[in-house]
Antibody, heavy 122, light 108 residues
């Protein structure tokens, strides 16, 4: 069974840091691009960042560039999101999501984790 | 950045009725549009990719159509489990991949 399991969320003060993890099982992790998508409370979905299967290419939405870093450890089947200089507007549920197609960063997401909540507040 | 506008914001229908949801893009996304369903407290689920292709395991009552800037998700006959929020998403011009604001399908 394909599974994505996020962890690492919590309460952090403005300006603080968190590292989210997404543990993957049930498919060949290194063959698929992955993304992080977030959802602020009561709001819609917002794509945050993506990484190719090899980890060699990364992409970000403008509002997190320079503050967030996506990475992956294919030996551990784990995706990460390092979040620094956190702001109140980063408060959201963060989902990791698997790309649909083999060895292509396509931007269609067929498998999602259950999400981890990040709250930025003093 | 491509902006996706979904309408209506809320659709009030009864089980068994047909649901028609709209998604309009600020510029052409060709056929690179997906639809997701999200229920309260759950992660989104991919329904349709590339405008008209049903994802694995999605019932045939869900269908997608359109190209360019105008797209439609149709649910031919609403089942009780279909009452949820639906999002469209484009992958034509990125980054960023962008989502619409969502349409809530509620029980009338």
């Amino acid at each position: 069974e394909v599974q994505l399991l996020e962890s690492g969320g919590g309460l952090v003060q403005p300006g603080g840091s968190l590292r989210l993890s997404c543990a993957v099982s049930g498919f060949t992790f290194s063959s698929y691009a992955m993304s992080w998508v977030r959802q602020a409370p009561g709001k819609g979905l917002e794509w945050v960042s993506a990484i190719s299967g090899s980890g060699g290419s990364t992409y970000y939405t403008d509002s997190v560039k320079g503050r967030f870093t996506i990475s992956r450890d294919n030996s551990k089947n784990t995706l990460y999101l390092q979040m620094n200089s956190l702001r109140a507007e980063d408060t959201a549920v963060y989902y990791c999501a698997k790309d649909v197609w083999f060895e292509e960063l396509s931007g269609a997401f067929d498998i999602w984790g259950q999400g981890t909540m990040v709250t930025v507040s003093s | 950045e491509i902006v996706l506008t979904q309408s209506p914001a809320t659709l009030s229908l009864s089980p068994g009725e047909r649901a028609t949801l709209s998604c309009r893009a600020s510029q052409s996304v060709s056929g690179y549009l997906a639809w997701y369903q999200q229920k309260p407290g759950q992660a989104p689920r991919l329904l349709i990719y590339d405008a008209s292709n049903r994802a694995t395991g999605i019932p045939a009552r869900f269908s997608g159509s359109g190209s360019g800037t105008d797209f439609t998700l149709t649910i031919s006959s609403l089942e009780p489990e279909d009452f949820a929020v639906y999002y469209c998403q484009q992958r034509r011009n990125w980054p960023p991949f962008t989502f619409g604001g969502g349409t809530k399908v509620e029980i009338k």
